[in-house]
């Protein structure tokens, strides 16, 4: 569990237009200063959503991380609670999720 | 001197972000009040505009987090997220590093301030400027309050912060429009967006336009995150801003808007 790392990751990422750059082109080598675990290495190399989410990555960082890999919004919620189903509540942080997963507040 | 104009409003990214998937009977009335703030705004010929914002990890971290932070660089640029995604192109905004550098010398008399020659804008001051700086006319002094990473800064010495911001602009002689912008409850970036809780909202905007002080410093940040959500904890925007203030709060438009994920709230103070 490095949380820290993990969330430290991906703050750089949505800030920093370089490391933007090379996480795009060689992803596994852009991560590596970044003590992670396998775990948390393969959630953001896929990139999986949804266990970032459950892993407890403040939804501000993870929103702004999914909009950079592309994610339209409702394929973003989708993607959490898909991954609520799968791995079970949010595990850190002040972003649990309080909805069914089934619901869809917004519409979406 | 004393400020010029003082307000507050939403900043929700999907405001820009998710406009299309609004409906117009809500959304126009929105934006229209949000632009005719920009004009009052405007109007009261400010030398620079003050944002006191809640950002979302576009320039501080956990890793050395401030409580407050002011900024002091020659210029702005944002958003950092995606523009696509937000709906708000790059702009480069001209910062008063003179000007910032004179008011957090008078903020640091009573309050701790950080202060940042570095400093890139998310939605949290984009999608406010969007609307009412559309021209990209005014000096920006950016302004945080750690919302995101607790622990956050208590409530009254939010209070304190807004005083300081207010003693700091009475002591230049340029004329400052400052703007408080935050949600009131949210549940954003999860699935829960959209999720508001308006009896919530509306009870904290009455103590607010009030200017009753012990009510809007009563919440715990318990009590917020149980009624509010995580995104209730931008209260501190709009207690600074009355803070600053001092004078009655005017509510221009409130409504849940469910796609933007927030009460959206446009709002003006009287400057006493």
């Known amino acids: 569990m490095s949380l820290y790392q993990l969330s430290k990751l991906l703050f750089l990422i949505n800030r920093d ?55 339209e919004w409702a394929d973003y919620l989708q993607r959490m609670r898909d991954g609520i189903k799968r791995y079970g509540p949010v595990r850190a942080g002040v972003y649990a999720m309080l909805s069914d997963p089934n619901e869809r507040v917004a519409g979406v | 001197m004393p400020l010029v104009f003082a307000g507050v409003c939403s900043h929700a990214p999907g405001i820009t972000g998710r406009s299309e998937r609004a409906d117009p009977k809500l959304r126009e009335p929105f934006y229209a009040a949000f632009s005719s ?40 640029d944002g958003p950092i997220e995606d523009p696509a995604w937000l709906g708000i192109p790059r702009r480069v905004v001209r910062g008063t590093p003179d000007l910032s550098r004179r008011l957090i010398t008078e903020i640091q008399k009573s309050v701790d301030v950080t202060y940042a020659e570095e400093w890139r804008l998310d939605h949290g001051i984009m999608v406010p400027l969007h609307f009412l700086d559309p021209q990209n006319s005014l000096p920006l002094i950016p302004v945080n309050i750690n919302c995101q990473g607790p622990p956050l800064t208590p409530l009254n010495r939010v209070w304190a912060f807004g005083e300081a911001l207010r003693r ?83 509510v221009h438009f409130y409504a849940p808007i469910p796609i933007f994920a927030v009460g959206c709230t446009v709002a003006t103070l009287e400057i006493r």
Do not use: C
């Open chain 1, 17 to 71: 237009e370089e490391l933007q750059g090379r996480f795009k082109s060689d992803p596994k080598t852009a991560i590596t200063v970044f003590h992670l675990t396998e775990e948390e290495r393969r959630a953001v190399l896929e990139p999986d959503i949804g266990l970032l989410y459950v892993l407890g990555v403040n939804g501000q960082i993870l929103m702004h991380f999914a909009a950079f890999s592309g994610i």
């Open chain 2, 168 to 250: 700091a602009a009475d002591k230049v002689p340029q004329r400052i429009a400052l703007v408080g912008t935050g949600g009131i409850s949210h549940w954003p970036a999860t699935p829960d967006s959209g999720m508001i809780n308006e009896a919530w909202d509306r009870e904290f905007l009455n103590r607010w336009a009030r200017q009753d002080v012990d009510a809007m410093l009563a919440y715990s940040d318990e009590e917020i995150y149980r009624d509010a959500g995580q995104g209730g904890f931008e209260i501190r925007t709009f207690i600074a801003a009355a803070a600053a203030a001092r004078g009655t709060g005017e």
């Open chain 2, 37 to 76: 703030m920009g004009e009052a705004l405007r109007a009261s010929r400010p030398d620079a505009l003050l944002i006191v914002a809640a950002e979302h990890f576009a320039n501080f971290f956990m890793n050395n987090m401030p409580a407050y932070a002011v900024g002091m660089a020659d210029s702005y």
